[in-house]
Nanobody, 121 residues
Framework: QVQLLESGGGLVQPGGSLRLSCAAS????????MGWYRQASGKERELVATIRSGGSTAYADSVKGRFAISRDNAKNTVDLQMNSLKPEDTAVYYC???????????????WGQGTQVAVSS
């Protein structure tokens, strides 16, 4: 069994910062890509940022220069530092991992339960 547990959401004023963290646990053999997606009310889930095991990153255009993703391969964790937050960043943020579970011959995607981020004055 594999679980992704997020933390760090909350309410922040425009221009403020938040840091999201996610820890993967369970019978994990290896993790390929980790990342963050978000879903605003009434909208589809969208990519925010991803990071591969080797460290290469990708960001949505809307967050480039404001958000930074990082991971600790030894701890199976991924963080998202969010700066200069805007009201349009308000959404539920989901942690994501494509990983190989011990004893399973193929990788699959896993999701966290989501954490709410609200940007409002």
């Amino acid at each position: 069994q594999v679980q992704l547990l997020e933390s760090g959401g909350g309410l922040v004023q425009p221009g403020g910062s938040l840091r999201l963290s996610c820890a993967a646990s369970g019978s994990i053999f290896s993790i390929n890509t980790m990342g963050w997606y978000r879903q605003a009310s009434g909208k589809e889930r969208e990519l925010v940022a991803t990071i591969r095991s080797g460290g290469s990153t990708a960001y949505a255009d809307s967050v480039k220069g404001r958000f930074a993703i990082s991971r600790d391969n030894a701890k199976n964790t991924v963080d998202l530092q969010m700066n200069s937050l805007k009201p349009e960043d308000t959404a539920v943020y989901y942690c994501y991992a494509n990983l190989l579970q011990s004893g399973v011959p193929y990788s699959r995607n896993y999701w966290g339960q989501g954490t709410q981020v609200a940007v409002s004055s």
